[in-house]
């Protein structure tokens, strides 16, 4: 069974850490593209990041870049999002995706909470 399982989502303060991790099974990882997205409460879903197969190449959009660091293991099958200086507009449900092409998800996980408040 094709799975993407995010884990590491929580509560933290503005300024805190957190990483993000996505569990994957059931096809190839180390071939595929992957990124991270996300969705705030009230707002459509959101790109923030991708990574290339071999984890040479990241993009990130504007609003997590120089915070947020995107990687990948492909030894295990897990991509990771590690996120420093939340802030509260950080506050999402974060997705973790497999894609195809830069244009194109053909699979997105459960999503885990994370909530930056004071």
């Known amino acids: 069974e094709v799975q993407l399982v995010e884990s590491g989502g929580g509560l933290v303060q503005p300024g805190d850490s957190l990483r993000l991790s996505c569990e994957t099974s059931?096809?190839?990882?180390?071939?595929?593209?992957m990124s991270w997205a996300r969705q705030a409460p009230g707002k459509g879903l959101e790109w923030i990041s991708s990574?290339?197969?071999?984890?040479?190449?990241?993009t990130y959009a504007d609003s997590v870049k120089g915070r947020f660091t995107i990687s990948r293991d492909n030894t295990k099958s897990i991509l990771y999002l590690q996120m420093d200086n939340l802030k509260p507009e950080d506050t999402a449900v974060y997705y973790c995706?497999?894609?195809?092409?830069?244009?194109?998800?053909?699979?997105r996980g459960q999503g885990t909470q994370v909530t930056v408040s004071s």
């Open positions: 995706e497999r894609r195809t092409s830069p244009w194109t998800v053909i699979l």
């Open positions: 059931g096809f190839t990882f180390s071939s595929s593209l």
């Open positions: 990574i290339l197969t071999s984890g040479s190449t990241t």
